[in-house]
């Protein structure tokens, strides 16, 4: 008899190169705008790669992004997806206090409500940056009308406030805020990772991960799994669905 295959997550982090963590100290950002924008092109092809993969994804957007990426947002929405909030302009919680983060987070919210016509109710942190240091968050977020938040990672990263240690990959809530982690024993989120994989492997992992094959040894534990890609880290490659 075949065992019930787990639910994985698959989700995408909606920014561009210029607004990681990385260069907070190093490119300002009032300068944004006059930067290349590659989101765009980025989230389609993504887009294109999650269709031919018969997944389905929640797209994490930026305030940001989606005040200049309106017609972006409505295509990632009426492609199936969900859309949640990573925040207005990736400002890490830890640096903004309770009553800015408030202010943050709806911003955010309105502006990717208003440029999709669909309701957001989830959020992820910028760097999974919720932690000790922000008691006040999940507080602040049931406030503002979310239900749930993926902002906390059970690694050890210098531009990430995770967890530094391994934790159930199941849900938990923290009063009338659920939140959940990437889990083990593959926790392949982030760039880096996928990068060196390329564009053929990590189209491959989004299948078996979505439960399309028993071959992974997370699948095969019965563990959910979790994948996050930031956007920016999508190159265009002649290989790659939607290629253009």
Not at 200 to 215: I, N, Y
């Amino acid at each position: 008899m075949n065992e019930p295959r787990p639910v994985n997550g698959l989700s995408v982090d909606v920014e561009d190169w210029f607004q990681v963590g990385a260069f907070e100290g190093v490119i300002e950002r009032g300068s944004w705008d006059s930067l290349a924008d590659r989101v765009e092109r980025n989230v389609e092809a993504i887009l294109a790669m999650f269709d031919e993969a018969g997944v389905k994804a929640t797209f994490f957007t930026l305030g940001w992004v989606a005040l200049r990426h309106g017609p972006l947002l409505r295509r990632i929405a009426e492609a199936g997806h969900e859309l949640a909030s990573h925040g207005h302009d990736h400002a890490r919680v830890f640096t903004l206090g309770k009553d800015r983060f408030a202010a943050d987070i709806e911003r955010a919210r309105k502006i990717i409500e208003d440029a999709s016509g669909f309701a957001v109710t989830g959020y992820r942190a910028p760097s999974f940056s919720i932690d000790q240091r922000t008691p006040w968050a999940y507080s602040v977020l049931a406030e503002q009308g979310y239900r749930y938040s993926s902002s906390v990672a059970p690694i050890a990263h210098d531009h990430m406030a995770g967890a530094r240690r391994r934790v159930s990959p199941s849900g938990r809530c923290h009063g009338p805020i659920c939140w959940r982690y990437p889990s083990p024993p593959l926790n392949s989120r982030g760039g880096g990772w996928l990068r060196a994989a390329g564009a053929s492997s990590a189209c491959c992992l989004m299948r078996f991960r979505a439960g399309r094959s028993a071959r992974s040894t997370g699948v095969m534990a019965g563990q959910p799994s979790s994948i996050s890609i930031p956007g920016k880290s999508i190159r265009a490659n002649p290989a790659w669905p939607g290629h253009r």
